[in-house]
Nanobody, 122 residues
Framework: QVQLVESGGGLVQAGGSLRISCAASGRIFSINAMGWYRQAPGKQRELVAT???????NYADSVKGRFTISRDNAKNTVYLQMNSLKPEDTAVYYCNAAGVSSASIYGRHDYWGQGTQVTVSS
């Protein structure tokens, strides 16, 4: 069974920084892409950033230049360094692993973490 566990969320003042992590566990062979999505109250879940196994990244326009996604393939872990945080960054941040190949199930599948709350105070 593949599981994603996020950590590192919390409360920070505007202009501050926070780093969140997500570790994928289980008998994993490979993961095509990992990423972060967020959902604010009353809004739809939106993409924040993604990174492929080769290191190609993609960011939402709203976080470009402030957030950096990185990945440790050996640890099946993805990180999101968030700088210059704004109150509008407040949301539950969800980790996603796409195209996961594992010993527990045939084929490639996508998984989500349980989410970690990030709150930015003004």
């Amino acid at each position: 069974q593949v599981q994603l566990v996020e950590s590192g969320g919390g409360l920070v003042q505007a202009g501050g920084s926070l780093r969140i992590s997500c570790a994928a566990s289980g008998r994993i062979f490979s993961i095509n892409a990992m990423g972060w999505y967020r959902q604010a109250p009353g809004k739809q879940r939106e993409l924040v950033a993604t990174i492929t196994s080769s290191g190609s990244t993609n960011y939402a326009d709203s976080v470009k230049g402030r957030f950096t996604i990185s990945r440790d393939n050996a640890k099946n872990t993805v990180y999101l360094q968030m700088n210059s945080l704004k109150p509008e960054d407040t949301a539950v941040y969800y980790c996603n692993a796409a195209g996961v190949s594992s010993a527990s199930i045939y084929g490639r599948h996508d998984y989500w973490g349980q989410g970690t709350q990030v709150t930015v105070s003004s």
